[in-house]
């Protein structure tokens, strides 16, 4: 089944500097990837995602990016913020039944 | 606006006690499913359902059962709670089969504790 890894566990940026969190996958028939950011004591909510017909996504401070040949993908976010702080999962599916199979998340600290 | 919510936010157990975590969604999805959610792991899926009375078993599914009778809700079932079932239980909903890119929902999940 598939298998996806995240990076870094933990991640500390400067407000209004940028932050990188990868993930790579392993079943080459996943097509789906989103990211869900969840804030303290709240529930996770998607913030962007992606399909395998695209290699990168915008939208606004945030965007994602797909290697399929690799098999990993990336969230960036620009000029960071405070409100930026959270915990953030990746995930992956490919079509039809298969569900949605979660990284371990990252816990980004962007410090004023 | 979707929203899903869960019967409790907090729970407190005893070992051995039959559990019950219910979830309703109000936006008519097909697609349901119970997560656990621990610190380093991440969220594990322990099933999730496509249709009434459809289940499969996720990748934790041991020491847990569900139900799922009518469209809006499912139901986890800890048979037999033990102390490592000591958990944040999330529960989400999508429209169509996944894979066509939609959209989980969370609900606001049950931090349960089992004594």
Known sequence: GENVEQHPSTLSVQEGDSAVIKCTYSDSASNYFPWYKQELGKRPQLIIDIRSNVGEKKDQRIAVTLNKTAKHFSLHITETQPEDSAVYFCAASASGNTPLVFGKGTRLSVIA | ?115
Not at chain 2, 1 to 15: F, M, N, P
Request: glycine share 8%; proline share 3%.
């Open chain 2, 1 to 115: 606006d979707v929203k899903v919510t869960q019967s409790s936010r907090y729970l407190v157990k005893r070992t051995g006690e039959k559990v019950f975590l219910e979830c309703v969604q109000d936006m008519d999805h097909e697609n349901m499913f119970w997560y656990r959610q621990d610190p380093g792991l991440g969220l594990r899926l322990i099933y999730f359902s496509y249709d009434v009375k459809m289940k499969e078993k996720g990748d934790i599914p041991e020491g847990y059962s569900v139900s799922r009778e009518k469209k809006e809700r499912f139901s986890l079932i800890l048979e037999s709670a033990s102390t490592n079932q000591t958990s944040m239980y999330l529960c989400a909903s999508s429209g169509p089969r996944q894979g066509d890119g939609e959209t989980q929902y969370f609900g606001p999940g049950t931090r349960l504790l089992v004594l």
